[in-house]
T-cell receptor, first 111, second 117 residues
Framework: GQSLEQPSEVTAVEGAIVQINCTYQ??????LSWYQQHDGGAPTFLSY????GLEETGRFSSFLSRSDSYGYLLLQELQMKDSASYFC????????????FGRGTSLIVHP | GAGVSQSPSNKVTEKGKDVELRCDPI?????LYWYRQSLGQGLEFLIY????????KSGLPSDRFSAERTGGSVSTLTIQRTQQEDSAVYLC???????????????FGPGTRLTVL
């Protein structure tokens, strides 16, 4: 099976940098994705890492270390609108490529 | 349309009734997923379609749940004899990719909030 661990809640202030970690256990790792979900909204895709290293997209970056079964989402220059839940998701290559989502990290940005 | 649409946006039903939830994926997207999300929880996978076929139905919680997809487009999730524990937001997502990469970037609809009284 697959399992993911991420913190349930992270708080930070506007303008700061925050890192949301995700550790996973899976057979046949295929890549790690990150999604953002605002209260009452649908999840929106943020990033995807298949290889080790850092992927940068504007204020958001995502990192993967396959040897450590670990990744993180880095949010810079935090804004109030970044307050949301962030989910990591991983799928294995052992069958139907069905993603398993973590339980989500609630990010609260304070002024 | 520009994005994934779902209907109805809200559904309140009585225990024991059947409900149908609809998903219109982005045109041309071959992969379609159904998830369930309870309040404050993560996404629970239900079923995955590649075209009209469902290679993986392992997430369906019971035989009261079924889904179909026709014409490689619209999908319907049916819950028979609804129970209170079925109350949740049901999300649909589609992806333009095929095979193993289809999960990498999914586009989600706004969801259907189902309340079973």
């Amino acid at each position: 099976g697959q399992s993911l661990e991420q913190p349930s809640e992270v708080t930070a202030v506007e303008g700061a940098i925050v890192q949301i970690n995700c550790t996973y256990q899976t057979s046949g790792f295929y890549g790690l994705s990150w999604y953002q979900q605002h209260d009452g909204g649908a999840p929106t895709f943020l990033s995807y890492n298949a290889l080790d290293g850092l992927e940068e997209t504007g204020r958001f970056s995502s990192f993967l270390s396959r040897s450590d079964s670990y990744g993180y989402l880095l949010l810079q220059e935090l804004q109030m609108k970044d307050s949301a839940s962030y989910f990591c998701a991983v799928a294995s290559s052992g069958g139907s490529y069905i993603p398993t989502f973590g339980r989500g990290t609630s990010l609260i940005v304070h002024p | 349309g520009a994005g994934v649409s779902q209907s109805p946006s809200n559904k309140v039903t009585e225990k024991g009734k059947d409900v149908e939830l609809r998903c219109d994926p982005i045109s041309g997207h071959t992969a379609l997923y159904w998830y369930r999300q309870s309040l404050g929880q993560g996404l629970e996978f239900l079923i995955y379609f590649q075209g009209n076929s469902a290679p993986d139905k392992s997430g369906l919680p019971s035989d009261r749940f079924s889904a179909e997809r026709t014409g490689g487009s619209v999908s319907t999730l049916t819950i028979q004899r609804t129970q209170q524990e079925d109350s949740a937001v049901y999300l649909c997502a589609s992806s333009p990719r095929t095979g193993g990469n289809s999960y990498n970037e999914q586009f989600f609809g706004p969801g259907t909030r189902l309340t079973v009284l």
